[in-house]
Nanobody, 116 residues
Framework: QVQLVESGGGLVQSGGSLRLSCAASVSILSLNVMGWYRQAPGKQRELVADVNNRGSRTYADSVKGRFTISRDNAKNTVYLQMNNLKVEDTAVYYC??????????WGQGTQVTVSS
């Protein structure tokens, strides 16, 4: 069983930055895809960004140019650097990792609140 522990959420003003971290209990080299999702009140959970084992990245259109996903294999950690945050980025952010067998694992979620 893979356990994911997120950190780095908080309250920030519009235009500010935050970095989210997601530490896995296993080597992320043993996993296929690692990503971040978010869910705002009353909305469905949506993909923000992901990175696969080959390093290919995908971003939601709404965050392109502002957010960057990265990984540190030595620390078994995936990061989401969020710059130029907007009020509409306010949500609970979830780390998600998918194994090669297509098992999906989720973190507990971390709240990001952007004030105007």
């Amino acid at each position: 069983q893979v356990q994911l522990v997120e950190s780095g959420g908080g309250l920030v003003q519009s235009g500010g930055s935050l970095r989210l971290s997601c530490a896995a209990s296993v080597s992320i080299l043993s996993l296929n895809v690692m990503g971040w999702y978010r869910q705002a009140p009353g909305k469905q959970r949506e993909l923000v960004a992901d990175v696969n084992n080959r390093g290919s990245r995908t971003y939601a259109d709404s965050v392109k140019g502002r957010f960057t996903i990265s990984r540190d294999n030595a620390k078994n950690t995936v990061y989401l650097q969020m710059n130029n945050l907007k009020v509409e980025d306010t949500a609970v952010y979830y780390c998600q990792m998918t194994s090669w067998a297509n098992d999906r694992y989720w973190g507990q979620g971390t709240q990001v609140t952007v004030s105007s």
